[in-house]
């Protein structure tokens, strides 16, 4: 009888053990490293400089005393606000068919060296997915990999949370510049 | 005997089934889709244009080369970055007394129709709300429904991440809007 | 025999009340308000004026219509936007050595009080820290503390949330001010 006994404890105890390790492992925030989502995107950005304004994907809107909006300003662009409207392809043709746009804007924000600060959104519109991602932190350009924040989504995106990791995949003169972005997300619903 | 001590170790085994039930409707997120809280608020733009000084709410600061900070720019407003503060009401009436102010700044980002990128914050003063609540998102505001992201907030709002949902409720002309925001907190403390 | 079963029977149920419990502090949200990770820093902020380009750290780059970008607006800067790469340093000597830089932006956006919104990321590199910690939120300057919200984070604070808490440490004219920042993560890697 007792042997019968422990033996239901002890299918209780292992029942148990695998629900507490299960739960472990979905919640705990140390043993769960494993992205829930992976994407892999490339983005294009053609920056308005007076002549291009049909193919202009991108305009300078503000910057500092004695510069104008044509040109990215000295200092390393130090000040320029750069609104865009970028489309984003699964490769790194800007003539692919977009999966979506990337829209908002950059902020050059250094004096000495390449660096602006970013905010914007995945707007994904293809088969594949519907929605958006938000993005915002610091690109320090001249560093070959750049991490900023994934601060949330929508759509198949909702509630997202991750890491985004930015790195130039081609830049020419100051008038064009593609992105290669590998996004990370950890928390995925 | 045998009987009574298996009556024990079920009672045990429900009570743990029990636990580990709530506790995966607390934390597993596939499952917890109900908002902990959940806020319908309006709130109003009225938009400098170099006459209404004393109503409005919002300025141009900012715009691509050749355009001015009086009107909205051409190509559906592209360009422009708009700061506001703008009152919050419980109802959309314009001048029902404001719960709170929203803060922040939109960009219109797109040639090709209205659309624009908002980093923002609510800031509640009520007897019912004290706190912030931060959102960044795109808004295309021809749709007639769009999702933010809630990215964080503090004091009542603290830690919160949720999803607004945009509606536009009024739109007269290019000096007057007002938003319907029904944000859905799904973390809260 | 019975004593022996329901012995067994008993440890097993506090083992599991134990891990349970356990589980519940690590992740329900209501019982755990303690940062993981705590830090108090302090930002300088010395803004152009057309006669300190060797030491200013900031710039104003969109104003509204009549004003201009090298002196602040009237009416409270409403409408300024300055984009700025502080110093951050670990106590209040603007000539400590930095142990990283403030990059961002931020926002004059009330007419009728002091009142800013932040849009910035801290980019950490010290011994003790690598990794950005990235803000926005609203920031009333005229009270004592404020309270922002930390969106996300990069290296060392990999995916983190929280609350920082500004204070305004020292304002000289309107050329020079000095933040501390008093950040509590509450979600960490």
């Given at each position: 009888m007792e042997s019968r006994t422990l033996y239901a404890a002890s299918i209780l105890f292992f029942f148990f053990l695998y629900l507490s390790g299960s739960s472990a492992m979905q919640h705990g925030k140390k043993t769960k490293r494993q992205p829930c989502k992976h994407l892999k995107l490339f983005f294009h950005d053609i920056i308005y400089n007076g002549e291009n304004a049909e193919n202009?994907?991108?305009?300078?809107v503000a910057a500092p005393e004695?510069?104008?909006?044509?040109i990215l300003a000295a200092?390393?662009?130090?000040?320029n606000v750069v609104v865009f409207d970028d489309p984003i392809t699964l490769?790194?043709?800007?003539?692919?068919?977009?999966?979506g746009r990337a829209q908002g804007m950059y902020i050059y924000d250094k004096k000495d060296t390449f660096c602006s600060w970013l905010g914007f959104t995945f707007v994904l519109n293809s088969t594949d997915h519907q929605g958006t991602i938000n993005f915002i932190g610091a690109d320090?350009?001249?560093?070959?990999t750049r991490d900023i924040s994934v601060v949330g989504g929508t759509?198949?995106?909702?509630?997202a949370r991750g890491i985004a990791t930015l790195m130039t995949d081609a830049y020419e003169g100051e008038v064009y510049f593609r992105l290669r972005v590998d996004i990370k997300l950890y928390e995925c619903w």
């Open positions: 202009a994907t991108s305009s300078i004695g510069a104008n909006r044509t200092q390393n662009h130090f000040g490769d790194n043709n800007l003539h692919s068919i977009p999966v320090p350009l001249l560093m070959k759509g198949d995106f909702a509630m």
